[in-house]
DNA sequence: TAAACGTGGGC
DNA sequence: TGCCCAAGTTT
């Protein structure tokens, strides 16, 4: 039995890791999607989003012949969608020029769009077993517990110092575990809020336990304040086809479909507000909204009310957007198909009841 | 370097 | 108007 801190982790994920579908094959594909889809994601969700993508998406090459489009759709609901777009690119990029291959090493990895130093490094580790050690949120906060660092994890110099302190951990030809088992240990044992430490294999090397602070650690920085606003959108309805646009790329929700929309202003009504919008973003004039709903939904320091509204045209030539790619005039089922931001998938998803409402009543 | 980028779940 | 959290990257 080796007592040493690393095995002692070691030990712990051989008897405790979860089965996932990418530990089953350790398939850089495989490895590559669940790093990106599990940043700044919980597992539960994340291996729903990861089995689904696997049976469209089976490989690289698969993925580079898709339609962005529906690489969002695969993605819808998970936020942060420059992840999405960026596997797509990068795929291409793979296909294109390494012949489907993936580079191996750390900085042949990081060169690929989505994917910076953490990504690299567990790509490399994990899926071609390189000697290079992670350091991720668990990562941190295992770290600052078991050496009581007290300076902010997120300072250059305490994230160096993290960094060192895994690299002389790392055992030589184990980095797929080791680095997994730190990771898996700071998600289920060294956990945020109520760590097991009564149980914890590693208890005896815990300098925060021994002082008695390892609530207190890691120490982070206070969080943005939250910004409160109320938008408004219109669901414009013509001969059965609903208008919709798609966002601009560089934007947030890049790429994504949208009902036109915006915040509404001091003074103004969320009925003015989704007027004023549908003419400045689309040169619509729209008239007569009539509330459908409100729907609450937050996005980074966002706590969002959208006002949404049945609104309906004068005109409907010429369409001139100006916060928007391209629009269409599209089928329910089309709708259906497209990726939404959450907050307007909320106002699909009740779009979707009314009609069923409506459908019964009517037979 | 700090801010922006999304979302749903646990407590 | 709840707050904090989740396997980060980009600009």
């Given at each position: 039995m080796d007592n040493t801190l690393?095995?002692?982790?070691?030990?712990?994920?051989?008897r405790h890791q979860r089965d996932l579908?990418?530990?089953?094959?350790?398939?850089?594909?495989?490895?590559?999607?669940?790093?990106?889809?599990?940043?700044?994601?919980?597992?539960?969700?994340?291996?729903e989003y990861f089995n689904r993508w696997m049976r469209k998406l089976p490989d690289v090459e698969a993925l580079a012949e898709a339609r962005e489009d529906d690489v969002l759709k695969l993605w819808e609901g998970l936020g942060y969608y420059s992840r999405a777009?960026?596997?797509?690119?990068?795929?291409?990029?793979?296909?294109?020029?390494?012949?489907?291959?993936?580079?191996?090493?750390?900085?042949?990895?990081?060169?690929?769009?989505?994917?910076?130093?953490?990504?690299?490094?567990?790509i490399a580790s994990i899926a071609f077993e390189r000697d290079v050690?992670?350091?991720?949120?668990?990562?941190?906060?295992?770290?600052?517990?078991?050496?009581?660092?007290?300076?902010?994890?997120?300072?250059?110099?305490?994230r160096k110092r993290i960094e060192e302190i895994c690299e002389a951990l790392l055992p030589p030809g184990q980095a797929r575990i080791f680095n997994q088992a730190v990771m898996e240990f700071g998600s289920l044992l060294c956990s945020p809020r109520t760590p097991g430490c009564?149980?914890?294999?590693?208890?005896?090397?815990?300098?925060?336990?021994?002082?008695?602070?390892?609530?207190?650690?890691?120490?982070?920085?206070?969080?943005?304040?939250?910004?409160?606003?109320?938008?408004?959108?219109?669901v414009l309805r013509r001969e059965g086809?609903?208008?919709?646009?798609?966002?601009?790329?560089d934007d947030v929700w890049g790429n994504l479909w949208e009902f036109p929309g915006g915040v509404v202003e001091q003074g103004e009504s969320p009925e003015q507000a989704v007027i004023r919008e549908y003419l400045e973003e689309t040169g619509l004039t729209v008239s007569r909204p009539a509330p459908i709903g409100r729907?609450?939904?937050?996005?980074?320091?966002?706590?969002?009310?959208?006002?949404?509204?049945?609104?309906?045209?004068?005109?409907?030539?010429?369409?001139?957007?100006?916060?928007?790619?391209?629009?269409?005039?599209?089928?329910w089922e089309e709708v259906c198909s497209l990726a939404f931001p959450a907050g307007h998938?909320?106002?699909?998803?009740?779009?979707?009841?009314?009609?069923?409402?409506?459908?019964?009543?009517?037979?």
């Open positions: 690393s095995h002692l982790l070691m030990d712990w994920f051989t579908p990418w530990r089953r094959t350790y398939s850089p594909y495989h490895v590559w999607i669940s790093e990106i889809m599990l940043q700044q994601t919980q597992m539960e969700r994340g291996v777009r960026n596997l797509h690119r990068a795929a291409c990029i793979l296909c294109s020029v390494h012949g489907g291959c993936f580079p191996s090493t750390p900085e042949e990895l990081q060169k690929l769009p989505g994917i910076g130093p953490y990504t690299a490094r567990a050690c992670v350091v991720d949120a668990n990562v941190e906060r295992v770290c600052s517990r078991l050496y009581n660092i007290d300076t902010p994890v997120k300072n250059r110099d305490t009564p149980v914890c294999p590693v208890r005896e090397f815990c300098a925060a336990l021994r002082e008695g602070v390892v609530d207190q650690r890691p120490v982070l920085r206070p969080p943005a304040k939250p910004i409160f606003l109320d938008m408004a959108t219109g086809r609903f208008f919709v646009q798609k966002r601009l790329s729907f609450k939904h937050s996005y980074t320091r966002y706590r969002i009310t959208l006002h949404a509204f049945f609104v309906e045209a004068e005109t409907v030539a010429p369409v001139a957007l100006t916060a928007a790619q391209e629009y269409r005039w599209s089928t998938r909320k106002l699909v998803e009740h779009l979707s009841l009314l009609r069923k409402f409506e459908m019964e009543t009517n037979s």
